[in-house]
């Protein structure tokens, strides 16, 4: 069982950049598909990107060009770096992961998900 910690979030302008991290532990990390998620005041919680186990990767269509999502098996780590900033990319910001490679933007494939960071953007 994998436990998943983010940092990095914080309040940036509009047109900024910020870097998220998920440090995970307890689990085989470079075995899981790995997704960071978010969750706007009063709105579900929606896909923004993910990165499989054998690198393939997905983002949302709101996020696409502006957004990376990398990770580094050898230090159990996520990342997502995020450029071009928005208001609307205002929410907490969650890692999730996904044991069965199943993964994708169906936030119920995954299992394990860590207690979020929030983002804040000022325009």
């Known amino acids: 069982q994998v436990q998943l910690v983010e940092s990095g979030g914080g309040l940036e302008q509009a047109g900024g950049s910020l870097i998220l991290s998920c440090a995970a532990s307890g689990g085989a990390f470079s075995r899981y598909t790995m997704a960071w998620f978010r969750q706007a005041p009063g709105k579900e919680r929606e896909f923004v990107a993910s990165f499989g186990r054998t690198a393939f990767l997905m983002y949302a269509d709101s996020v696409k060009g502006r957004f990376t999502i990398s990770r580094d098996n050898a230090k159990n780590t996520l990342y997502l770096q995020m450029n071009s900033l928005k208001p609307e990319d205002t929410a907490v910001y969650y890692c999730?992961?996904?044991?069965?490679?199943?993964?994708?933007?169906?936030?119920?494939?995954?299992?394990?998900w860590g207690q979020g960071t929030q983002v804040t953007v000022s325009s």
């Open positions: 999730a992961g996904d044991i069965h490679g199943i993964g994708g933007m169906k936030l119920t494939a995954y299992e394990y």
